[in-house]
Nanobody, 120 residues
Framework: VQLQAFGGGLVQAGGSLRLSCAAS????????MGWYRQAPGKQRELVAAISSSGGTDYANSVKGRFTISRDNAKNTVYLQMNSLKPEDTAVYYC???????????????WGQGTQVTVSS
């Protein structure tokens, strides 16, 4: 299973970036997808998540600025980031999670991360 994240880069404060995460060897239809980030010296934190049915959840720090979406036909999840702030600087990771009831299995996959740097 591979989750390839791309779209990161260097942007000025107030700018926008769109991250993409393309999955291979799984169908994301059945997975909850999420974006996490980890800044230097800090723990990894959840930024945004989208359920298999399309429900979304966001960290308070990004509500109103970031939007997560999914395109199951393209097996891809996106994170649109607007009004970026220097504190958004981090490595952003894509995640796919699924639990099957029988047999009981947890599936948890991570991408390699993409760097987002916001300059002030």
């Amino acid at each position: 299973v591979q989750l390839q994240a791309f779209g990161g880069g260097l942007v000025q404060a107030g700018g926008s970036l769109r991250l993409s995460c393309a999955a291979s060897r799984i169908n994301i239809d059945n997975y909850a997808m999420g974006w996490y980030r980890q800044a230097p010296g800090k723990q990894r934190e959840l930024v945004a998540a989208i359920s298999s049915s399309g429900g979304t959840d966001y960290a308070n720090s990004v509500k109103g600025r970031f939007t997560i979406s999914r395109d199951n036909a393209k097996n891809t999840v996106y994170l649109q980031m607007n009004s970026l702030k220097p504190e958004d600087t981090a490595v952003y990771y894509c995640n796919a999670k699924r639990r099957t009831n029988w047999p009981l299995r947890d599936y948890d996959y991570w991408g390699q991360g993409t760097q987002v740097t916001v300059s002030s």
